[in-house]
């Protein structure tokens, strides 16, 4: 949805009270009008088509396992937490980020967590490594596209776009992005644990994920 500068003459009041709102929202003034407009003449703006998107993310998360979801009004981020299986049930978060433009199922995935244990800084930064390894064999060669990573400290970074030309639909995008996370979250939740006597059996279990008609990359 383009957007241009226009002149408003607006009685003081109001621009009090919008930007008391717009503080509470965590947005600005032009942006809080702009959605307040286009909700009066029924138009579906980028940050209300994502919402959307987030509270079936959300529903969809509710139904995969433990994990708590939290997005505001407007937003175009979301929050989902899990606790992983670990000496001492540190929380990881793992934050959505979805490109404004209406068109484009497009986005960055950021994983966050925090840890004073340097042997679990030390796990995780290991998974992340194998995981672009195995994203890096397998998404290339058969989609022709590997994303753009990023791994600093607390905190692993990854851009995602939706395969295919033809257009998906809200459902379709939620459940690429929802199924993609909980994959992730599950296989890093049995690497901590111990559960793959080898990294073969990990990758064995994305192969799995790629063959069940994965659409997110």
Request: with cysteine; charged share 25%.
């Amino acid at each position: 949805m383009k957007k241009n500068m226009y002149s408003l003459m607006l009685a003081e009041d109001v621009i009090r009270a919008i930007d008391e709102m717009a503080a509470k929202q965590g947005t600005n003034r032009s942006n809080l009008i702009n959605q307040i407009l286009a909700e009066h003449v029924s138009l579906v703006t980028p940050e209300k088509h994502v919402g959307r998107i987030f509270d079936l993310i959300s529903s969809l998360m509710d139904g995969r396992g433990n994990y708590m979801t939290y997005s505001e009004p407007n937003n175009l981020t979301m929050s989902i937490k899990s606790v992983l299986k670990y000496h001492y049930r540190p929380t990881i978060r793992y934050e959505v980020e979805m490109a404004r433009s209406a068109e484009a199922a497009t986005g960055i995935l950021k994983v966050n967590f925090r840890t004073t244990s340097s042997e679990l800084m030390m796990e995780l930064t290991r998974f992340f490594k194998l995981w672009i390894g195995m994203e890096s064999v397998y998404l290339k060669p058969f989609f022709g596209y590997e994303p753009e990573y990023g791994i600093e400290p607390g905190r692993f970074r990854r851009a995602f776009r939706i395969y295919g030309e033809s257009p998906v639909s809200d459902e379709q995008l939620s459940d690429a992005i929802a199924c993609y996370i909980a994959t992730f979250d599950e296989m890093l939740k049995k690497y901590l644990t111990g559960e793959y006597a080898s990294s073969g059996e990990m990758e064995n279990e994305y192969l799995r994920y790629l063959n069940s008609g994965v659409r997110l990359i």
